[in-house]
C-alpha cells in the first residue's frame, strides 16, 4: 500500500508541489487525474525522463555516500575516489554526467524508440538487485570508470626532473 492510495487528487498534486521535484506538468492537473484517463505514449515518455533524472541523482548520492564510507573526506571535507595513490574530487555533477554518458546514452542508443524508458527500466532493476541480494554491480561499474581514469593519470604522470636547480 502506498502513501497516496488514501490521498486525494487535491493532496496528490500538493504533495508533488511541495516536494520542489520537477514532475511532468499533466501529473499535476486534477481534472486530468479524476477523469481516470490511460497514460498516453508521449505522457509515458516523459514521465520516464522525469523519474529517471531522480533515479540518477539517487544512484549519485548513494555512490558519494559509500565513498564517503570507504576512503573518508578530503582536506577541505570534500568528496573522494582513491585508487593506488591517485586520490580524486568527486561530486554528485560528476557522478551523474558518468552516468549519462556511461550508462544510459548506450541505452538510448540501443533502443532509440523507448528513449528513458528502457533507462528507467535499468536503473530501477538495479536498485532492486541491490535491495534484495546486496548487488553493487553499479559502485563497482562507476569504481572502473574511475579506476581507469586514475590508471590515466598514473601512466600519464609528468616525472620531474632529476635536477631541479
Same mark, same amino acid.
Given at each position: 500500500?502506498?502513501?497516496?492510495?488514501?490521498?486525494?487528487? *487535491?493532496?496528490?498534486?500538493?504533495?508533488?508541489? /511541495?516536494?520542489?521535484?520537477?514532475?511532468? !506538468?499533466?501529473?499535476?492537473?486534477?481534472?486530468?487525474?479524476?477523469? /481516470?484517463?490511460?497514460?498516453?505514449?508521449? #505522457?509515458?515518455? !516523459?514521465?520516464? !525522463?522525469? =523519474?529517471? #533524472?531522480? =533515479?540518477?541523482?539517487?544512484?549519485?548520492?548513494?555512490?558519494?555516500?559509500?565513498?564517503?564510507?570507504?576512503?573518508?573526506?578530503?582536506?577541505?571535507?570534500? *568528496?573522494?575516489? +582513491?585508487?593506488?595513490?591517485?586520490? +580524486?574530487?568527486?561530486?554528485?555533477?560528476?557522478?551523474?554526467?558518468?552516468?549519462?554518458?556511461?550508462?544510459?546514452?548506450?541505452?538510448? #542508443? !540501443?533502443?532509440?524508440?523507448?528513449?528513458?524508458?528502457?533507462?528507467?527500466?535499468?536503473?530501477? +532493476?538495479?536498485?532492486?538487485?541491490?535491495?534484495?541480494?546486496?548487488?553493487?554491480?553499479?559502485?563497482?561499474?562507476?569504481?572502473?570508470?574511475?579506476?581507469? /581514469?586514475?590508471?590515466? +593519470?598514473?601512466?600519464?604522470?609528468?616525472?620531474?626532473?632529476?635536477?631541479?636547480?
Amino acid at each position: 500500500m502506498s502513501k497516496f492510495d488514501d490521498m486525494t487528487p *487535491e493532496q496528490i498534486t500538493e504533495h508533488l508541489k /511541495g516536494t520542489g521535484v520537477s514532475v511532468p !506538468e499533466w501529473m499535476l492537473n486534477i481534472n486530468r487525474m479524476k477523469s /481516470g484517463d490511460k497514460v498516453t505514449r508521449a #505522457e509515458l515518455l !516523459e514521465f520516464a !525522463e522525469c =523519474l529517471t #533524472e531522480q =533515479l540518477r541523482a539517487q544512484v549519485a548520492l548513494l555512490y558519494l555516500i559509500d565513498c564517503k564510507k570507504r576512503f573518508g573526506v578530503g582536506p577541505n571535507r570534500q *568528496e573522494i575516489f +582513491m585508487h593506488e595513490n591517485v586520490c +580524486m574530487e568527486i561530486s554528485r555533477d560528476v557522478i551523474e554526467t558518468l552516468l549519462k554518458f556511461q550508462v544510459e546514452a548506450p541505452l538510448l #542508443e !540501443e533502443r532509440p524508440a523507448d528513449r528513458y524508458i528502457t533507462v528507467m527500466q535499468f536503473y530501477q +532493476m538495479d536498485e532492486r538487485k541491490r535491495e534484495l541480494d546486496g548487488s553493487t554491480w553499479m559502485r563497482d561499474f562507476i569504481d572502473s570508470v574511475f579506476i581507469d /581514469g586514475a590508471k590515466v +593519470m598514473i601512466e600519464s604522470a609528468v616525472k620531474p626532473a632529476k635536477n631541479l636547480h
